[in-house]
């Protein structure tokens, strides 16, 4: 259903059972799945906010299928050249967030108001982020992981944590992980993983590297949660110096 105003470009791709409402913007560069929905004066597929961007660059913006787009979500083409800008199925982008060019949104993603995801940033499937979080270019916030309101993320947030304020990890998301159904063994080797790397001293990197190394770990959730620090560019979350860690005790 395309509501009175709104406004799709020659060019765009939209599946079956899509809502497009009064006043949004497809462009042509926007391909949306199937049942997606599009709130007022949102706009998808807008150019990157790049000077330096050639605008007859070929590139594009995927909305997985059922994904809800609220209010004024803008979400930019790719910069790279083909590129695509993606966001999963089953998101739900609440009112202002914004998805800038080349990042890669996973499933089951929630950004809740004013969420403001920086060039390039990787979510991972089932991420949460608190209203007004923001998230430097090429940062990459890891699976389950839940990143509080108003948090400057200029680091890393690996799976399965909660992060706050500026680049400090909390604990894991237990409530997250149980959520998601995972084996009692699961969580425990989880909370091992994250003990292991995160109450010792030292470069996280070659912590998870040698936790990795020892070949301890069975379940695929601690693996990928070790994986992921082994990656990226930008560091990692850090605790707060001096502070316990009940968050990742808990349960």
Excluded: W
Aim: with cysteine.
């Amino acid at each position: 259903m395309i509501h009175p105003t709104a406004i799709i470009e020659d060019g765009a791709t939209l599946g079956a059972g899509c809502i497009v409402h009064a006043h949004a913007i497809i462009t042509r560069h926007a391909t949306l799945g199937d049942g997606v929905v599009v709130h007022p004066f949102a706009v998808i597929g807008g150019d990157p906010q790049d000077l330096g961007f050639d605008l007859s660059r070929p590139s594009r913006v995927v909305i997985g299928a059922r994904s809800v787009l609220r209010e004024y979500v803008t979400v930019n083409r790719a910069s790279k050249p083909d590129g695509a800008t993606e966001v999963g199925s089953d998101c739900f982008l609440m009112a202002s967030s914004h998805v800038a060019h080349d990042c890669q949104v996973g499933n089951h993603v929630i950004l809740a108001n004013a969420v403001l995801l920086a060039g390039h940033v990787t979510i991972g499937e089932r991420a949460f982020m608190g209203g007004g979080a923001v998230v430097h270019q090429f940062g990459r916030v890891g699976e389950s992981a839940m990143v509080s309101g108003l948090a400057r993320m200029s680091r890393d947030v690996p799976p399965f944590v909660m992060a706050a304020e500026r680049d400090e990890v909390v604990g894991l998301n237990v409530v997250g992980i149980r959520r998601r159904g995972f084996a009692r063994a699961t969580v425990s080797e989880l909370k091992r993983a994250y003990h292991e790397v995160y109450t010792a001293t030292g470069n996280l990197r070659e912590q998870a590297q040698a936790a990795l190394a020892a070949g301890s770990y069975t379940s695929a959730e601690a693996l990928r949660f070790l994986a992921f620090l082994e990656g990226g560019r930008r560091g990692f979350v850090r605790r707060r110096r001096g502070t316990a860690d009940a968050a990742g005790d808990a349960g």
